[in-house]
């Protein structure tokens, strides 16, 4: 991402209403295990990306940032090019991860969950088959990036066993040349990495 992208939208979705939202919409609401919206699991599929579905892959990346290339670990990453593996649940395109390898690890360029999907499992299921290629691959571990107002990510990726590996200070405010807002309302900043080992839960 080199220049200023307008925000997208919509990122995630209101577990009361089930308005989608843009990102400096949503907010956080802390519940008990039973009363999280959306605890049904529903039946992902989670297969390698086709030729046929380049627009599907195209859409998302245009929803979740606006363009097809990716800013992390210090490299830009073009989606198109990547590894990647996409969930269906319904017989909809409801998910994708995108894998690269980097640095000696497998690295997740993006993951993204249309928010109509969210809560169902899906990015459960794409973490899972993202440590599946990295161990068939020999890749002892998994990693991530984050914007540090990405507060539902970060959660996410902690509960799949990531820890923080490194922090760029200030990478993100300095690539758009000002702190914007992000999730809730928070300034987006620095980029915050994440890693695991390819066997941990
Ligand atoms: C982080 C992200 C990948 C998680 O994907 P997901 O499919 O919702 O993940 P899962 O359903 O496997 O797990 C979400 C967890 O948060 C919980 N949760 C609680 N409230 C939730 C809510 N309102 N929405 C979603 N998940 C919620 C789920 O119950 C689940 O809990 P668990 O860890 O106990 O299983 C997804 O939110 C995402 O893509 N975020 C980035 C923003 C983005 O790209 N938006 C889409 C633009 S197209």
Redesign the pocket.
Known sequence: MGDKVEL?F??????ECGRELP?TEARL?V?C?QH????V?SAVEVRSATHADRHDIED?CD???GETDVDVFGRTFDVLSQENLV?MSEGRF??LISLAADGGDLGIV??????G???????????AAAAQRAAERGLPGLKAAISND?V??F???Q??GFVIDAVAKGLLADRYGSAEPG?SGILVRDEIRLRRSVCAA
Do not use: N
């Not at 993006?110 to 928010?115: A, G, N, R, T």
């Not at 999907?117 to 973490?127: K, N």
């Open positions: 997208p919509p990122q995630y979705r209101c577990g990102l609401t519940t295990e999280q919206p959306s605890r699991v998302i929803q979740a940032l969930a409801a998910g993006l993951l993204s969950v249309y928010p999907f969210q809560g169902h499992g899906v990015g459960r299921a794409l973490i990405d539902p990510s959660s996410f990726y509960r799949h999730f």
